[in-house]
């Protein structure tokens, strides 16, 4: 069975200090892994994804996430926040046929002015 | 494109009164999903459809949940009577195809508070 774990709940960064979001996930197959964003008052929006290419995967917004399979781990990174990364953020892998998507409970990153 | 359009974006109703929430996927996508996401539960998945076909609706809460796709540009979700305990933001989303790596896009979520 597939499923994510978001080991933060909350996170909260200064503007210009780096970014770590995590993510471990849990899978009887290589998965495809995404992040998503919602800002407040909005959708879930698409920042990137994994799909057994490049185990390092830029998205949108200056963030990337790199796929560690020793790790289980598909943590988010930003090398500098922006008032504009608060959000919350959404990890999730989808299962081998890609036909079930499983979302993690999601982290909420405040960024400090 | 458009991206996934649902409406109403917001919906405060009275308890016991029908909610309808309308969603038109992106053009050319075959699957629409349709997810409630709460404080509580986060995001759940209650029925996505496959060419107009519901494929799974094991996550509709109850039988006072409904959804339709009577065409592949339209689909509605029925709550009927509605309780205050269905308040939550409701998602559609849309996917060219299911399959490894295929994306979902969402729509901006329709806003539901029943007093």
């Known amino acids: 069975a597939q499923s994510v774990t978001q080991l933060d709940s909350h996170v909260s960064v200064s503007e210009g200090t780096p970014v770590l979001l995590r993510c471990n996930y849990s899978?009887?197959?290589?998965?495809?892994l995404f992040w998503y964003v919602q800002h407040p008052n909005k959708g879930l929006q698409l920042l990137l994804k994994?799909?057994?290419?490049?185990?390092l995967v830029k998205g949108i917004n200056g963030f990337e996430a790199e796929f560690k399979k020793s790790e289980t781990s598909f943590h988010l990174t930003k090398p500098s926040a922006h008032m504009s990364d608060a959000a919350e953020y959404f990890c999730?892998?989808?299962?081998?046929?890609?036909?079930?998507?499983?979302f993690g409970t999601g982290t909420s990153l405040t960024v400090i002015p | 494109d458009a991206g996934v359009i649902q409406s109403p974006r917001h919906e405060v109703t009275e308890m016991g009164q029908e909610v309808t929430l309308r969603c038109k996927p992106i053009s050319g996508h075959d699957y629409l999903f349709w997810y409630r996401q709460t404080m509580m539960r986060g995001l759940e998945l209650l029925i996505y459809f496959n060419n107009n076909v519901p494929i799974d609706d094991s996550g509709m809460p109850e039988d006072r949940f409904s959804a339709k796709m009577p065409n592949a540009s339209f689909s509605n979700l029925k709550i009927q009577p509605s309780e205050p305990r269905d308040s939550a933001v409701y998602f559609c989303?849309?996917?060219?195809?299911?399959?490894?790596?295929?994306?979902?896009?969402f729509g901006e979520g329709s806003w539901l508070t029943v007093v």
């Open positions: 994994y799909t057994s290419a490049a185990t």
């Open positions: 989303a849309s996917s060219f195809a299911l399959g490894r790596g295929n994306t979902i896009y």
């Open positions: 899978s009887s197959y290589s998965p495809s």
């Open positions: 999730v892998v989808s299962d081998q046929n890609g036909n079930q998507f499983y």
